[in-house]
């Protein structure tokens, strides 16, 4: 769906009777000039556009999600969350605002996985469910949480409908990148 801008001598799409350039025109500037950071912060007052994972997450222990949201300049804030259902929880997330629609839409293929429509509550529930099971385990998210937390707004209660670890006991697959000594020394174990 490609949304495109009002007519600026047109009554504003809001509903206010006022003309757009005179409405919301001055808003979607400030979003449009808003630094990524700002608007991140604000996430959880613009609308779900896209909630999407991959296919097979819960056999594969690895899930990724894609989670966008609408501004309202007719661009998207979106995030990119790695995780790791077995152990480590959120693994790796990233942000980006301001996003076009032709870029939105070709974000999720680069995923190299097929992807299917998810709920955004049940998104929620993976993400803040897999870093409370690895908190337990003294894992904390990737650095990049401190931003797309917002995304998932997680000061607000989710309902935890997914099981983690193997058996609710951490299982660690050592990927290329990982450091083993680092994952002993961490690891708590009940």
Not at 21 to 28: G, M, N, T
Not at 156 to 181: Q, Y
Request: positive net charge; aromatic residues 12%.
């Amino acid at each position: 769906m490609t949304l495109s801008k009002p007519d600026p001598y047109r009554p504003c799409p809001c509903g206010s009777g006022r003309k757009y350039k005179f409405c919301c025109h001055a808003k979607q500037q400030l979003v449009s000039n808003a630094h990524p950071l700002a608007l991140v912060k604000e996430a959880a007052h613009y609308p779900i556009s896209q909630c999407v994972i991959n296919q097979h997450w819960q056999q594969g222990g690895m899930a990724n999600i894609f989670i966008a949201r609408q501004l309202p300049n007719a661009k998207f804030l979106f995030a990119g969350y790695l995780v790791d259902l077995l152990c480590l929880g959120v693994k790796d997330t990233f942000f980006n605002a301001n996003v076009p629609q032709a870029e939105l839409d070709a974000m999720p293929a680069r995923f190299g996985m097929p992807i299917e429509p998810i709920d955004f509550e049940d998104a929620r529930s993976i993400i803040l469910g897999s870093i409370e099971f690895a908190d337990q385990h003294g894992f904390v998210p990737h650095a990049n949480w401190q931003q797309t937390q917002y995304l998932v707004e997680p000061d607000r209660p989710f309902e935890p409908k997914f099981t983690f670890g193997k058996h609710g006991k951490p299982l660690f697959i050592v990927g290329p990148d990982d450091d083993i000594t680092n994952f002993k020394s961490r690891l708590k174990l009940k």
